[in-house]
């Protein structure tokens, strides 16, 4: 069986530098259509990378292909099928919500009613109609955010890049966002978010990425990346919540069956809890080591 599409983002040997800091550094990531996050704090080169992928940064050396394209050659085509909305907003805050829908959707060519049409859709969509006619300028933060995502979408890309949307956001305004990127994920349209969080990444992505000193290290699903820090573990502890014993276990009913018993037989009078690994241990795990090993399955 052959798959005519191409991969959603196919990255060999990508590398980047800023003078004499390189921030990428021989990164390999190959995904398929879908909800991505890459995840990675603060001067990780989420951002840079974004850049790259979206034509607005040339890379120094490796080969990148977007939806079967090459940012460097093919721009232009690819700037037709791609958003970028987060960091650094397209809105313009002396515009109405409603007029800096309008304009984008002109810029891309629709004509005025149907740009117009359009907007007002979008504004519908994300919760934004009663603020059509207020300046973006006066919108709060999670509402602007959602401007800034609704006119990412104008030009109906296949994929959008969504660069920490939801940083600087409180945690009800986050909440709402999720649940449109959530949409926005069900009607198909593929998604490379990065964020710092690890909560975010879960409750969004289906495959998460992880970028730490210039490479990916990790990738997978929520539930594989916590399988790299092993699994499930049985803490036996005593009144003051000491771990007295830690016992690996399967989960099944039969094998902590097997796993109390023996513990019950060693300190009857302890508690026993199951500790499942959390994204945070998974994080931890992979960058306190210098460079942990690559257990990517892109
Ligand atoms: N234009 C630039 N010139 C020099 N250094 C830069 C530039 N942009 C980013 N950097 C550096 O590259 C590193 C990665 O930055 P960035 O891609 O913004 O990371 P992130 O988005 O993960 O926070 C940081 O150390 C940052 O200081
Ligand atoms: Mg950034």
Redo the contacts with the bound molecule.
Sequence with gaps: MTDPSPPLIEIHGLTKT??S?P?LDGLDLTLPPGVHALL????????????ILSTLLPHDGGSVRVLGLDPRHERRRLQGMISLTGQFAAVDGALTSLENLEMLGRLFGLPAASARSRGLALLERFGLADSRDTRASTLSGGMRRKLDIAAGLISRPRLVFL??PTTGLDTRSRRVLWEEIGTLAAEGTSVLL?TQYLEEADALAEQIHV?HDGRIVAGGTAEELKELVGGAVVHVHDADGTVLEELPTTGTTADLAARLAHAAARWPEATASVHRPTLDDVFLHLTEAPRAPVAARA
């Design positions: 800023y003078g800091h921030v990675g704090p603060n001067g990780a080169g989420k951002t840079t990378l974004i850049k660069d920490e990065t970028l």
